[in-house]
């Protein structure tokens, strides 16, 4: 149903957009063409990550469901934490053929340094889901619940590893300890395997990071989930409850979306929402989307861009930005 719900609405955008753009641009030749180009499709880091996995899935679902009638090309542009990629995209502005996929650094980058951008200056295009933080214990920790995790907190100040030092996995677990009342020190590690092995090795005692690189060691028995972002439980861990089912508000998430540069037309726009509204509808995706532990949740256009004001001001607040 809720599906259905965002469908009918992503239609009324789009024929809403489509309008206002035909009156707007008079119906040019332009418009009527598009696409008609190949498609520059940027990611903002190395090969292998989830943002380049998630590129590389929506070309290929694109052009071999000829929902896109031209190629798609996927040119990694790292470097920077993501200030590389993400400034080549701004800086074509107005182009309808240069499009990037969202991350976590795609927020708080410009936040931390002085970078010619920000989030809320791209064209929102579509939010297709988004990566939440996990936190977890050892096998052998004394802590299995929220409230077990809490009181010990209250008692002395928790250490929390987590990958990155201004990442979902610190900003969620300040917005957590800060609802809750309680300290913790954060240790930064270069990855979400490294912290794992921190608090398997007893360096630490939680771990904050997504479940798609820490399911491994579920699956073993050496880590044990106690809390989730987002609005759902994910079908991989189905015992372990929200956030937000427990009475806390976590606003911060790895965005999983799709941007263009400034100034793209509303008929580009426009028809992009319908394309990907299509998209998202196949079986290849929803396998994407559960292989990489990504929860559902679709924003179109302006409702994307509101999102994403709303996850800025949540980043900014965490680290006094």
């Known amino acids: 149903m809720r599906r259905q719900n965002y469908l009918l609405a992503v239609a009324a955008t789009v024929l809403a957009i489509s309008a206002c753009s035909a009156e707007g641009s008079g119906g040019t030749a332009a418009d009527e063409d598009y696409p008609s180009k190949t498609l520059d499709m940027t990611v903002a880091f190395g090969p292998g990550g989830g943002v380049d996995i998630m590129s590389r899935t929506v070309a290929k679902l694109l052009t071999e469901n000829d929902l896109y009638p031209a190629e798609i090309v996927v040119n990694n542009r790292e470097g920077g934490s993501g200030s590389r990629g993400y400034g080549y995209v701004f800086s074509r502005e107005g182009s309808a053929y240069d499009m990037t996929a969202t991350s976590g650094s795609f927020i708080s980058t410009p936040l931390q340094a002085d970078t010619p951008w920000s989030a809320t200056e791209f064209t929102p295009i579509a939010l297709l889901g988004t990566d939440e933080v996990v936190v977890w214990v050892g096998k052998d920790s004394p802590i299995h619940t929220i409230d077990e995790l809490i009181e010990v907190g209250k008692q002395r100040t928790l250490l ?13 677990m300040k917005q957590f300890a800060d609802q809750a009342g309680f300290n913790f020190n954060y240790v930064a590690h270069d990855s979400g395997p490294e912290a794992a092995n921190s608090l398997l090795s007893g360096s630490i005692d939680i771990v904050s990071h997504s479940a798609s690189s820490m399911f491994g060691l579920y699956q073993s028995g050496d ?28 606003t911060v998430n790895q965005p999983r979306g799709l941007v263009m540069p400034p ?30 532990f990504i929860s559902e949740r679709v924003l179109f256009g302006d409702d994307f861009g509101a999102y994403l004001e709303e996850t800025v001001e949540a980043y900014a607040q965490a680290l006094g930005s």
Do not use: H
């Open 263 to 292: 100034g793209v037309p509303d008929s580009v726009v426009a028809w992009w929402q319908d394309a990907l509204s299509q998209m998202v509808e196949l079986p290849e995706w929803r396998e994407y989307l559960a292989d990489n």
């Open 223 to 250: 880590l044990r989930p106690i809390v989730i972002g987002g609005q759902e439980r994910l079908d991989q861990l189905p015992s372990t409850p929200t956030f937000e089912e427990l009475g806390y508000k976590i």
């Open 160 to 172: 929390v590893g987590g990958a990155g030092a201004t990442t979902i996995d610190y900003i969620a």
